[in-house]
């Protein structure tokens, strides 16, 4: 599922159309046209279009899912190196595949829990994907 086909379909089922919802969320136009698409989509602008007041839970977590889905597919990995669970509580990541990409997220989590600039890097990408509502 791409971000491009979620996001129309979230403004479909919005009724609204492309800038009233690029306004409402402070995104240049620009960035919703690229989103539309099917273009890259940075962290930054992905968190202010998942910002939209009226979005259900449900839908911010299927424009997040999306979103790393396309992301994936950017960085040549595929089903088989990891697993998205969107939940209402908290988008769950599951890590199977590479075990030297397993190593290495963890190895990141360890960091991040000693360094407060690696854990705050680390906060800003989650809070990126997840958001809160």
Request: charged share 30%; proline share 4%; net charge neutral.
């Amino acid at each position: 599922m791409s971000l491009a086909n979620t996001l129309n379909r979230t403004l479909k089922d919005l009724a609204l159309r492309n800038n009233k919802f690029a306004e409402a969320c402070g995104v240049p136009n620009s960035a919703m046209t690229n989103a539309l698409s099917g273009r890259p989509v940075r962290a930054k602008t992905m968190k202010k279009l998942m910002s939209y007041p009226d979005l259900t839970s449900e839908q911010v977590n299927r424009l997040a899912v999306a979103w790393i889905e396309d992301r994936r597919d950017d960085l040549g990995m595929n089903t088989d190196d990891f697993h998205i669970v969107p939940s209402k509580g908290e988008t769950i990541f599951r890590i199977t595949g590479d075990p030297v990409l397993v190593q290495a997220l963890r190895e990141i989590g360890l960091e991040a829990m000693e360094d407060k600039k690696v854990y705050n890097m680390v906060m800003a990408i989650r809070d990126a994907v997840v958001g809160e509502k």
